[in-house]
């Protein structure tokens, strides 16, 4: 059985950064791709940062040159390192996990997902 679990939101002002983690248990992490999602009130969940098993990655135009995302094979954990945050990064975001290594940009491509963690950025 495969598990996610999301760490590291919280509330933060504008200009400033968080570092969410997930850290997975089950299935084979090394060969999977992995992806953060977000999604706001009254919105649809979005593709913030995706990174292929191999370590490719791809970001949403709005988050380039703020966002990284990582993963450490070793620990089982995927991380979302966030900077210059802005009031419309508000939103709970999603870990993801896909049994496959590639790239993929909507939702129903993975098949696994963390519980969610609240990001609130104040202005």
């Known amino acids: 059985q495969v598990q996610l679990v999301e760490s590291g939101g919280g509330l933060v002002q504008a200009g400033g950064s968080l570092r969410l983690s997930c850290a997975v248990s089950g299935g084979t992490f090394s060969t999977s791709a992995m992806a953060w999602f977000r999604q706001a009130p009254g919105e649809q969940r979005e593709l913030v940062a995706a990174?292929?098993?191999?370590?490719?990655?791809n970001y949403a135009d709005s988050v380039k040159g703020r966002f990284t995302i990582s993963r450490d094979n070793a620990k089982n954990t995927v991380y979302l390192q966030m900077n210059s945050l802005k009031p419309e990064d508000t939103a709970i975001y999603y870990c993801?996990?896909?049994?496959?290594?590639?790239?993929?940009?909507?939702?129903?491509?993975?098949?696994?997902w963390g519980q969610g963690t609240q990001v609130t950025v104040s202005s």
């Open positions: 990174m292929t098993s191999g370590g490719s990655t």
């Open positions: 993801a996990g896909s049994r496959y290594s590639g790239t993929y940009y909507y939702p129903g491509s993975y098949g696994y």
